[in-house]
C-alpha cells in the first residue's frame, strides 16, 4: 500500500538539500557534449503547488525553499537549481516547487534522455501528462528499484540515477543496497545518488554499512541536520550518498552546506556533514 505523497514535503529542508546536489551532478555531466541518462526511481508527481491542501497544510517548505527565496547572497553554486525555481514562479511569488524529474527536464539537453518510473496511482498520471510531449522521457508505471537491472548500462555510458523512496517500507533501505549493486555490477561508472531521511539513525548506519560492504569505491555523504538525532518521532537530518560523485561536487558542497545550514536552520542547531565511506 503506498499512502506516502510527496506533495505533503515539497520544497522542504530535505528536497532543497537533494536538489542543489541532483542539480550540481546534472551540470556536471553537462560539461561533455556526449549524452547521458537521468534514471529517477522514484519519481513523484513532477510538480508541486505549495499554496495547495497539501503543501499548504504542512507548510513545510517555509523551512526549506521559502528561505532560500529572493535571498541576494546566493552562492554561485546554486544558479542552476535557481533558475528553475525562477522559471516556475516567474511572477515572483513562490508558488510552485519542482520535483526531481522537473528539475531534470529542465536542466537536461535534447541529445539527454530520461526514465522515470512512479507507482502511486494519483502522482504517476501526473507524471506522465508533465511529459506528454517531452520526447526525451520514458514514464513508467513501474518498480523503480527494478529499473537499476532493466535499464543500466544506458547506450551512452553516462548517466545520473537519482534513488529517492520514500522509506514507508522498512524493507526500502535494503532494497536500496540491493538495487545499488545490480546497477553497479552493469553500469560500475555510473553516479549513483540515494537520498536517505534520518529518523531512526540505526537504519541509515545499517543501510551505509551495506554500502560499504560491498566493494564499491569513491562514495561520498553530504548530511544536513535541522535538529540533533532523537528516538522520538519525525525526521531529524537528510542526507545523500553519491557514488562516483563528479571531481568538484566535494568540493562544492563543501562551500555551500555551511551556509545552506545557516539560512535553513537559523537557531544554529544541528550540523552538517561532508565525509568519504568509502575513498577512492
Ligand atoms: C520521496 S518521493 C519522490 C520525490 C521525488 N524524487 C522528488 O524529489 O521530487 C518517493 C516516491 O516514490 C514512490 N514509490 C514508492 N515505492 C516505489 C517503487 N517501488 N517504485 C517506484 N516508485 C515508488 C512514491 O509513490 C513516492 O511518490
Given at each position: 500500500?503506498?499512502?506516502?505523497r510527496?506533495?505533503?514535503?515539497?520544497?522542504?529542508?530535505?528536497?532543497v538539500?537533494?536538489?542543489?546536489?541532483q542539480?550540481?551532478?546534472?551540470?556536471?555531466?553537462?560539461?561533455?557534449?556526449?549524452p547521458?541518462?537521468?534514471?529517477?526511481?522514484?519519481?513523484?508527481?513532477?510538480?508541486?503547488q505549495?499554496?495547495?491542501k497539501?503543501?499548504?497544510?504542512?507548510?513545510e517548505?517555509?523551512?526549506?525553499i521559502?528561505?532560500?527565496?529572493?535571498?541576494?547572497?546566493l552562492?554561485?553554486?546554486?544558479?542552476?537549481?535557481?533558475?528553475?525555481?525562477?522559471?516556475?514562479?516567474?511572477?515572483?511569488?513562490?508558488?510552485?516547487?519542482?520535483?526531481?524529474?522537473?528539475?531534470?527536464?529542465?536542466?537536461?539537453?535534447?541529445?539527454?534522455?530520461?526514465?522515470?518510473?512512479?507507482?502511486?496511482?494519483?502522482?504517476?498520471?501526473?507524471?506522465?501528462?508533465?511529459?506528454?510531449?517531452?520526447?526525451r522521457?520514458q514514464?513508467?508505471?513501474?518498480?523503480?528499484?527494478?529499473?537499476?537491472?532493466?535499464?543500466?548500462?544506458?547506450?551512452?555510458?553516462?548517466g545520473?540515477?537519482?534513488i529517492?523512496?520514500?522509506y514507508?517500507l522498512?524493507?526500502?533501505?535494503?532494497?536500496?543496497?540491493?538495487?545499488?549493486?545490480?546497477?553497479?555490477k552493469?553500469?560500475?561508472?555510473?553516479?549513483?545518488?540515494?537520498?536517505?531521511?534520518?529518523?531512526?539513525?540505526?537504519?541509515?548506519?545499517?543501510?551505509?554499512?551495506?554500502?560499504?560492504n560491498s566493494?564499491?569505491r569513491?562514495?561520498?555523504?553530504?548530511?544536513?541536520?535541522?535538529?540533533?538525532?532523537?528516538?522520538?518521532?519525525?525526521?531529524t537530518a537528510?542526507?545523500?550518498?553519491?557514488?562516483?560523485?563528479?571531481?568538484?561536487?566535494e568540493q562544492?558542497?563543501?562551500?555551500?552546506?555551511?551556509?545552506?545550514h545557516?539560512?535553513?536552520?537559523?537557531?544554529?542547531?544541528?550540523?552538517t556533514?561532508?565525509?568519504?565511506?568509502?575513498p577512492?
Open positions: 500500500m503506498l499512502s506516502y510527496h506533495s505533503f514535503h515539497a520544497g522542504n529542508h530535505a528536497d538539500l537533494k536538489h542543489i546536489v542539480s550540481l551532478i546534472i551540470e556536471s555531466l553537462k560539461e561533455k557534449e556526449t547521458f541518462l537521468y534514471l529517477d526511481t522514484h519519481a513523484g508527481a513532477g510538480r508541486y505549495l499554496t495547495t497539501h503543501a499548504g497544510k504542512t507548510e517548505y517555509r523551512e526549506g521559502a528561505r532560500l527565496w529572493q535571498r541576494d547572497d552562492p554561485t553554486e546554486l544558479a542552476a537549481y535557481l533558475t528553475v525555481m525562477t522559471k516556475l514562479n516567474a511572477k515572483g511569488d513562490l508558488h510552485y516547487y519542482p520535483g526531481s524529474p522537473l528539475l531534470a527536464k529542465f536542466l537536461l539537453r535534447e541529445q539527454d534522455k530520461l526514465v522515470l518510473t512512479e507507482l502511486h496511482p494519483s502522482d504517476y498520471p501526473l507524471l506522465r501528462a508533465e511529459f506528454a510531449k517531452d520526447k522521457a514514464v513508467l508505471r513501474q518498480d523503480g528499484f527494478q529499473q537499476l537491472k532493466s535499464k543500466l548500462p544506458p547506450s551512452s555510458r553516462r545520473i540515477i537519482l529517492d523512496p520514500s514507508e522498512k524493507s526500502d533501505y535494503q532494497s536500496v543496497v540491493n538495487a545499488v549493486l545490480e546497477g553497479y552493469r553500469f560500475a561508472t555510473g553516479i549513483y545518488a540515494i537520498w536517505y531521511p534520518v529518523v531512526l539513525r540505526q537504519q541509515v548506519k545499517r543501510m551505509i554499512h551495506g554500502l560499504q566493494g564499491m569513491k562514495i561520498l555523504k553530504i548530511e544536513l541536520a535541522v535538529r540533533p538525532d532523537s528516538d522520538q518521532r519525525g525526521m537528510s542526507g545523500m550518498i553519491i557514488i562516483n560523485p563528479p571531481w568538484k561536487l562544492q558542497i563543501r562551500i555551500l552546506l555551511p551556509w545552506l545557516k539560512v535553513l536552520v537559523p537557531e544554529g542547531i544541528g550540523h556533514c561532508v565525509e568519504w565511506l568509502v577512492e
